[in-house]
């Protein structure tokens, strides 16, 4: 057995790049799968570890008030452990030294309040009897403040000096979007904060609850506690939300969702050709080897020790670069990933994290290679010995006999081609692997331009197209309308809202205009529609999420309204932003429901300023803001894309790098014979340029199909619920995807074919015998 | 007429040089059968890759109708194997994807003045198998196929690297006796190497190497048929 480790050390040596092939192939896979798994199960870990360590609640009860009384009475509710009231309300910071009037949501919390939702990651303890701010960690730091500061905060012009006692991190603000109209964080703009009831007088006047934080007990029935809700405070409005509804929470799960969905979606490709590779360079290496297994066998060594020895080939090489791919890929891929997310989601515990699926993934290749060189070998050894010294495989194959000659001067097909087709008829499986290679090459990098391209026509498309307004203020109740009518101006009443259809239920927008002016809608074949002439258009996300189809009737509660609306929905527009409802104002008035404008939309920047020094605009939005906001949250995926792309070039580059040299390993002899009888040297590498030429190009002609189809699942998945991204692919990434791939192929064939020209005839030849 | 004039071959093994050829001088004429013996190791089948323009000598001059071969570069030299060397192996090197008319037509493409594939293999004797794949025949026939394809290219040179090693003495004369036709009939300059002392009664020059030297040129008062040898 020790010389046979010794001879399986040299020949790994002597087929270096066959054997590099397979590790390379299963480093890829596992570490792009571990790479990904690390980042989203990190995330995922890190934030049920949060929840864990804090007192977040269930679910959340908002209310123009809950009395104590009530309360205690909703506590009481079966699958309800407790009910906490907090009064939130909204300040602005107004300190010198911190710039851009930044505003904060403060949460006073009860006095008798046993859960602390929030944790404290700086300074002092909360306590209930200490004046005092508790600041946001990442607004603290955006502005550099810190526990001991002073922040000034104006509250309808009544100011109040506080003092930051402490930082915090809250679960409940894991991605605090202060704004409706944002889509990542903005900690230089918006903050949040907790403070105790003591303070409440202080800063508010009066300590007046408005949000119940619910947590539940084991076996709690949801519904029956909303019922409950509703019965404790009826009469008065309420708005419920779970983790699934509540914004900042749902965000941060869609996006580890999305993170797991790449990484299986990707990395099952690399796994897939990974194997492949594995199994189709394992035979072939064994298969070369049949005379020395013939050898051994003559020898009297025992078909299972020969059985082991090859089999240790796939196993040791296979394991080598599946470890490799579990040390690296956790540690540079997830480490980038989640650097990257970590500038969004305010999660403290995340660090990178595996399943045991990895575990499975390096036991399923190394599993699958070792007994891929099993099999190869076992094919082997089923010979009689002699039979084994007596033949090669590569001359074992039977061709198909044609009739006739098989080609004549007028063959339709010339020698080459036949050639060609023939020596790939013979190796099926490695002409249906490069094909697969190519494939899964043009598929990989389409998908990652063509999810960029999605994700940037979505954006464009809205902030240019959807929304043709230059400015968006967002106002209050008290907001004179009549300095906001005109040419240049037009009101929108948003409103957040839960939306039932049957058993199906998701959260949205209702958004009620006057007329389309700066927000037109589209329906599916991009014909612009006209909210006067429905009753109510719904976005196609909502809708097919809903399973609402034009003419389809939906239940409509919106935060903080008394009574549940029915709106026949006789459009599906296809906004990408905001999934919800679109009404016309005279649908909306003739629902029973008030026109209250939330926002002014214009594209006059005189105007924008002018509204803008009203002290009912709580803020202006310029849509330039806004699409680049959405950018930012694309760019954070760029890295990911780029790693994905690079991945694919490599695993393309391997793959026919592979073929080729396993094609060049088993043709040498062929190769020489044709020298010498006298064909020049681009006669003999055309043969290759061909063969590779026609798999590339069959491999391009299903990648293009494969690409779309992959891109459409692709971004179906990575949607947001808020977000619904059109499949969009420009024509340069088309051409990108089809030319990396290309390229990739045209430089095997060049490095293959300085290989073909190499070929010593003497030495070759000679080395038949 | 070839020339061999004070050739070397020597190749590089780790540190060592080893020469496999040491001055090897020799001449053969046009049209002749000549046979090249020598044990293994003595240099014989290197000086037939030489001859053929399949490796390049150290140093020395080969001489063939005029063309200096060692001083071709590597078109010249691809040229050369292309229109005047025809080759046949120990192993036939037949192309196992191509059928055997396709194994002859493929050199048939190559050179200028071709002889029609079919009938070099009407002349070989294997019309009747020309669309089988080199599998599915015997020994004695791929070696035909492979004179076959050697020869349809119409060359001036047929060089043979022990054409009969791998065939039982039946079938071995065969092929040697359709090759001294192609010598006779065609006017083929054949060069067989070998190690068989028997096929050099057939030769008209007998060339015997020894450890990289010529230890004797000797020329057959009568180059005998392949009938009256006995095998």
């Known amino acids: 057995m020790k010389y046979l480790i010794v001879k399986m050390f040299r020949d790994m040596k002597a087929m270096i790049y066959q054997f590099y092939a397979i590790l390379l192939m299963a480093f890829v896979g596992v570490a792009i799968y571990t790479g990904l798994e690390g980042a989203w199960h990190g995330l995922e870990a890190g934030l049920d570890n949060y929840f864990a360590m804090t007192g977040v609640a269930d679910a959340w009860a908002v209310a123009d008030g809950f009395s104590d009384e009530e309360a205690r009475r909703i506590s009481r509710l079966p699958g309800v452990s407790a009910a906490e009231r907090e009064m939130v309300g909204y300040l602005d910071i107004k300190s010198p030294g911190v710039s851009g009037d930044p505003e904060l949501r403060l949460a006073v919390c009860a006095g008798g309040n046993a859960h602390q939702p929030f944790l404290v990651t700086e300074g002092a303890d909360f306590d209930g009897k200490s004046d005092g701010l508790w600041l946001d960690a990442d607004f603290a730091g955006a502005k550099s403040l810190w526990p001991g500061d002073s922040l000034t905060v104006s509250m309808n012009g009544r100011r109040t000096n506080m003092r930051i006692m402490g930082l915090v991190l809250a679960p409940e ?13 903005d900690h230089d703009k918006y903050a949040f904060g907790y403070a105790n009831e003591h303070y409440a007088a202080e800063i508010f006047g009066a300590f007046r609850p408005n949000k119940l934080n619910i947590y539940y007990s084991e076996g709690a029935d949801e519904g029956a506690i909303r019922e409950g809700i509703d019965q404790v405070i009826k009469g008065r409005t309420s708005f419920f939300m779970n983790h699934g509804l509540n914004a900042s929470i749902k965000s941060t799960r869609v996006k580890i969702s999305q993170m797991f969905k790449i990484s299986l979606l990707f990395s099952s490709i690399f796994v897939l050709l990974a194997l492949l590779t594995i199994v189709t360079t394992m035979k072939r290496i064994v298969s070369a080897q049949r005379i020395q297994i013939g050898t051994l066998a003559a020898l009297g060594t025992r078909g299972s020790v020969i059985l082991a020895h090859y089999s240790l080939y796939g196993f040791i090489v296979s394991l080598l670069g599946a470890v490799l791919g579990l040390l690296l890929g ?32 390096v036991v399923l290749i190394v599993g699958l290679c070792t007994l891929a060189a099993a099999l190869a070998s076992r094919g082997g050894l089923k010979a009689m010995p002699a039979e084994s010294l007596r033949n090669s495989s590569a001359g074992n194959v039977r061709y198909r006999r044609a009739k006739g000659e098989g080609m004549s001067s007028g063959a339709v097909v010339s020698f080459e081609w036949r050639w060609i087709f023939r020596e790939l008829s013979k190796n099926l499986v490695r002409f249906l692997m490069g094909v697969a290679g190519v494939v899964g090459c043009v598929t990989l990098i389409m998908a990652s331009l063509g999810l960029q391209d999605s994700a940037n026509y979505a954006n464009d498309f809205l902030y240019s197209q959807v929304y043709t307004y230059r400015y968006k203020l967002n106002i209050d109740r008290y907001f004179d309308t009549g300095k906001a009518r005109g040419d240049f101006a037009q009101l929108l009443e948003e409103d957040e809202a839960l939306f039932n259809a049957g058993a199906r239920h998701m959260g949205g927008r209702v958004s009620v205009m006057e007329e389309d002016g700066f927000v037109s809608l589209y329906d599916a074949k991009g014909r612009r529609m006209s909210l006067a002439d429905h009753e109510g258009v719904m976005s196609h996300m909502l809708a097919r999420t809903l399973g609402v189809k034009a003419g389809d009737e939906v239940a409509v509660r919106c935060q903080g309204a008394e009574d549940e609306l029915r709106v026949r929905v006789t459009g599906i527009s296809n906004n990408p932003a905001p999934q919800g409802l679109f009404l016309h104002r005279d649908v909306w008035e003739g629902l029973g429901m008030d026109f209250l404008p939330t926002a002014v939309l214009t594209s006059d920047e005189a105007l924008a300023g002018r509204l803008g020094a009203d002290p009912s605009v709580s803020r202006v939005l310029s849509v330039d803001d806004q699409s680049r906001n959405v950018k930012k949250l694309l760019d954070s995926f760029t890295v990911l894309f780029n790693l994905l792309i690079l991945a694919a070039i490599t695993m393309g580059w391997v793959v026919l790098y592979n073929l080729g040299l396993l094609s060049y390993s088993e043709r040498g002899l062929i190769y020489a014979t044709l020298k010498v009888l006298g064909f020049r040297r681009l006669e003999v590498t055309s043969l290759a340029y061909r063969e590779n030429a026609f798999i590339t190009v069959l491999g391009l002609l299903l990648g293009v199909p494969a690409g779309l189809s992959f891109l459409r699942l692709y971004v179906g998945l990575v949607s947001a619920d808020n977000f619904e991204w059109p499949v969009k692919l420009n024509d340069s990434s088309f051409v990108a995807s089809l030319a990396l791939t290309a390229v990739c192929a045209v430089f095997v064939n060049y490095v293959i074919a300085g290989k073909i020209n190499g070929v010593r005839m003497a030495e070759s030849l000679k080395a038949l015998e | 007429m070839i020339s061999f004039e004070n050739v070397t071959k020597r190749y590089q093994m780790g540190k060592e040089a080893v020469k496999a050829l040491d001055g090897v001088s020799f001449s053969i004429e046009r049209g002749s059968f000549t046979v090249v013996l020598g044990p293994s190791g003595s240099g014989k089948s290197t000086a037939l890759n030489l001859l053929g323009g399949m490796d390049a000598p150290s140093s020395g001059v080969i001489d063939v109708d ?23 192996f120990q192993f036939y090197n037949l192309i196992p994807s191509l059928n055997v008319f396709e194994n002859v037509a493929i050199a048939a493409k190559l050179g200028g003045n071709a002889v029609s594939p079919l009938e070099m293999l009407a002349e070989v004797g294997l019309s009747e198998r020309r669309a089988h794949f080199p599998i599915e025949l015997s020994g004695g026939e791929m070696q035909r ?9 119409n060359p001036k040179l047929l060089l043979c690297d022990e054409p009969t090693g791998a065939l039982d003495s039946k079938t071995g004369t065969r092929v040697l006796a359709l090759l001294k036709r192609m010598s006779k009939e065609q006017g083929k300059t054949v060069v067989v190497v070998t190690h068989n002392t028997l096929i050099a009664r057939m030769a008209n020059r007998v060339i015997r190497l020894k450890d990289g030297t010529v230890d004797e040129v000797a020329d057959n008062s009568r180059d005998l048929d392949v009938d009256e040898v006995d095998w």
């Open chain 1, 173 to 185: 603000y894991v991605c605090y979007l202060g704004s409706q109209d944002d889509i990542i964080p």
């Open chain 1, 330 to 361: 956790p540690a540079v891929l997830s480490e980038v990933l989640l650097g990257i997310q970590l500038k969004i989601y305010s999660i403290p515990f995340a660090g990178r994290r595996l399943t045991w699926l990895s575990a499975l993934l």
């Open chain 2, 66 to 88: 005029g063309k200096k071969i060692n001083a071709l570069g590597p078109r010249a030299l691809t040229d050369y194997r292309r229109r005047d060397v025809g080759f046949i």
């Open chain 2, 145 to 153: 196929v492979a004179i076959a394809r050697a020869l349809c290219k």
